[in-house]
């Protein structure tokens, strides 16, 4: 058994989610998430929103609320959406407790004892309308390495360079198009190009990684400039050192302490459960070693966060850069075992683009389609390791045609089958080669199907799952039950729908991690009592540290089922079904692209 931290990105609390979003951070974690719990790891899933930054400031000034106001308003729309996929979460927190500012403020100091993090002068970009600081995000201009006109200020989405908005070419503000002030202010600055050589060495020695993200990570090495990690701002976590923490005008920046978050989220868990050093299981080097596993799980465009800045982090608070160092109060911290990065779907052959309308929340879509559909979706034909498009045409024929034709159509047949002519699951007599070809075929898909999720190869896992259910369909269509209707045939057809109802017991068990809320209606259709596959909870908690309630996922999956066969129990009642998944009117399509062409 192994301790697994799965590590999920922090969506941000400056509007709603889109399926885009969950697709990249969202279900994958989930999946792999669920099958090791299954398989026997001891599991840790945690995230929360992030709150702090200026896009926050911006958009609560736009909308007439406070900062806090808006984290909060967006912190419980994306909790809401989150629970309704399932994401089983132990906990889903936020970056504005006290918990996270402390833990924050630890890293800091950390790093700053160490020679890690230097104050420099430096420019920083003013609205002449507002006077206020423009965030290094909200500027664009032309990118002074590869030309791209389109690059932001704090980054370069073309060539993956870091930038300083007065680097930009024809730099302009996104906010209203003016051109920015650039003035002098004294900032905070981690020193990156210490930690070129140990990241460096770090990243060869990771093994199958996804090499769009090991060729990208390791390019950034080639030119590791300071990276400031405070900025002239009123909303994020304050500087903890003297003659700065009392400072309304500077704080921490929200790219430093977001990443923080998955430290943090775990220190509260710990706290949460009564023993608060529990998260050291996950995160210390010193008392875990190859036992404690960690997966950060995010779009293309985080990698440079997770495999390159977030190990800097946790090396420099380690004093393992090379300014050496001493280890904080937290010890020597673990770094990452995989950055898993999705690319990104696009929608109808468009880029998601909340401002332009090209979006579909998850909201919108939980409240019209079942959530297993679009789990289904995303992990057959998501953007694994390709941009993928999401059409309604294809999410329907998906739908339609492998979710309701196919492992619908077979839950739906072989129960009802066995319900009507015994009532019970039925017992099997006399295997013969075709039956037990069926269930070696079933039993050898944990193995399969198991390695192939823990590689994070879901698109493949999934498809040897729907291989399973295929291969039933069709032992079923040739064996024909039905046909037997003779008292003579009747043990005979007993045995042909225990070994289906076996295979759909084994095929449910193999399409857990990927659908869950169905996988519980299959169990409970099978007779199946109690809790298959936990789900997580929305609860409203209290802040550890005094600060203002709010809602966070949690659950208990420490219940469930296991990642095995299980024989079934003949003479376990059965009753008729309903159908598991609803099937949809190709009307849909035409509905869908419509709301689109208003939107």
Same mark, same amino acid.
């Given at each position: =058994?192994s301790h697994v931290?799965?590590?999920?990105a922090?969506p941000y609390a400056?509007?709603?989610?889109h399926?885009g979003?969950v697709?990249?951070? #969202? ?9 090791m719990r299954?398989a ?6 945690v995230?929360?929103t /992030? ?5 926050i ?5 736009a909308?007439g ?6 984290a909060?308003? %967006? ?6 959406d989150l629970?309704?996929l #399932?994401?089983s979460?132990?906990?889903f927190?936020?970056?504005t407790?006290?918990?996270h500012?402390?833990?924050v403020?630890e890293l800091f ?7 890690y993090?230097v104050?420099r002068?430096t ?7 507002t ?5 290094d995000?909200?500027?664009e201009?032309?990118? &002074?390495?590869?030309?791209y006109d389109?690059?932001?200020g704090d980054?370069?989405d073309?060539?993956?360079?870091? @930038? ?6 024809n730099p302009?503000?996104?906010i209203?198009?003016e051109t920015?002030?650039f003035v002098?202010t004294?900032?905070f600055f981690?020193?990156l &190009?210490?930690?070129?050589?140990a990241?460096?060495?770090w ?10 993200v090991?060729?990208f990570s390791?390019?950034l090495?080639?030119d ?5 990690i405070t ?5 994020g ?5 003297d #003659?700065w923490?009392d400072?309304?005008d500077k ?5 430093f ?12 868990w710990?706290?949460?459960?009564g023993?608060p050093?529990a998260?050291?299981?996950w ?12 997966y950060?799980?995010?779009g293309k465009?985080?990698?440079v966060?997770?495999s390159?800045?977030w190990p800097?982090?946790l090396?420099g608070?380690?004093?393992e ?7 904080g109060r @937290? ?7 995989e950055?898993?990065?999705s690319e %990104?779907l696009?929608m109808?052959?468009?880029?998601f683009?909340?401002?332009r309308?090209?979006v579909?929340?998850?909201? /919108?879509?939980l409240?019209?389609y079942?959530?297993?559909a679009?789990? %289904?979706?995303?992990?057959?034909a998501?953007?694994e ?5 999401f059409t309604?045409a294809?999410?329907?024929?998906r739908?339609n ?6 492992w619908?159509?077979?839950v739906?047949r072989s129960?009802?089958m ?6 019970a699951?039925?017992?099997?007599v006399?295997l013969?080669p075709e039956?037990?070809a069926?269930l070696?075929v079933a039993? +050898? ?7 192939l ?8 896992a999934?498809g040897e799952? =729907?291989?399973?259910v295929a291969?039933?369909n069709?032992y @079923?269509s040739?064996q024909a039950?039905w046909k037997l ?7 005979r ?5 225990h ?5 759909v ?7 857990t991690?990927f659908?869950p809320h169905s ?5 409970e ?7 298959h +596959?936990?789900?997580p909870e ?9 600060g203002?309630? %709010?809602?966070?996922?949690m659950?208990d999956?420490?219940?469930g +089922?296991?990642?095995?066969?299980? *024989? @079934?129990?003949p003479?376990? *009642? ?11 009117d190709?009307s849909?399509v035409e509905?869908e692209?419509?709301?689109l062409g208003? +939107?």
């Open positions: =058994m931290l799965a590590a999920v922090w400056n509007g709603p989610r399926i979003h697709s990249g951070f #969202g279900v994958p974690s989930d999946v792999f998430s669920r099958y299954m026997g790891h001891d599991v840790l899933m995230s929360g /992030d709150e702090h930054g200026t896009p400031q911006v958009q609560a000034d909308d609320v406070s900062p806090r106001e808006l909060d308003r %967006y912190n419980r729309v994306i909790v809401e629970h309704g #399932g994401l979460y132990d906990l927190t936020r970056t407790t006290r918990n500012y402390a833990v403020q100091e950390g790093l700053h004892q160490n020679g993090i104050a002068t420019l920083g970009a003013i609205s002449p309308s006077g206020r600081t423009l965030p995000r909200y500027i201009g032309t990118c &002074p390495i590869c030309g389109s690059a932001r980054q370069c073309n060539c993956g360079n870091q @930038l300083d908005p007065e680097q930009l070419i302009k503000s996104r209203n198009g920015p002030q002098e004294e900032h981690l020193d &190009p210490a930690f070129a050589e990241i460096g060495g990243l060869d020695r990771r093994e199958n990684w996804r090499p769009n090991l060729k390791r390019n090495l080639d590791l400039q300071p990276r400031a900025r002239d701002l009123e909303w976590v304050p500087i903890p050192l #003659g923490r400072r309304a704080r921490i920046y929200v790219w302490d977001a990443v923080i978050g998955y430290l943090s989220a775990s220190v509260e710990a706290r949460r459960t023993d050093e998260w050291r299981r995160w210390s080097a010193d008392a875990h070693g190859k036992d404690a596993l960690g950060y799980f995010m465009d985080n990698i966060f997770h390159v800045i800097a982090l090396l608070y380690s004093g850069g090379d300014k050496g160092g001493q280890p @937290l010890g020597r911290l673990n770094l990452p075992t950055v898993v990065s %990104y696009t109808e052959g468009k880029k683009s909340s401002s309308r090209v579909i929340y998850v909201r /919108d879509f409240e019209r079942d959530a297993d679009l789990r %289904y979706f995303i992990a057959a998501g953007p390791s390709n941009d993928t498009d309604w294809e999410f329907v024929r739908n045609d492998e979710l309701v034709a196919g619908g159509n077979l739906n129960i009802s066995a319900a009507k002519n015994f009532g699951i039925p017992p099997a006399d013969t039956d037990r069926l070696e039993r +050898a898909g944990f193995a399969t199907v198991g390695e999720i823990g590689k994070h190869r879901q698109k493949a999934i799952a =729907m291989r399973v291969e039933a069709k @079923l040739e039950p209707k003779d008292e003579s045939q009747k043990e057809q007993g045995t042909v729908l070994v289906a109802l076996q295979v017991s084994d095929a449910n068990t193999l399409l991690p659908l996988a519980q209606k299959v169990f259709l099978l007779g199946g009592t109690g809790v +596959a936990p789900m929305i609860v409203e908690v209290e802040d550890l540290d005094g203002p309630a %709010y809602p966070v996922l659950g999956y420490t219940v +089922a296991r990642w095995e066969s299980v *024989p @079934l129990t003479g376990t *009642p059965l009753s008729a079904p309903k159908p598991v998944f609803r099937k949809l190709p849909v509905e692209l419509a709301r208003e +939107a």
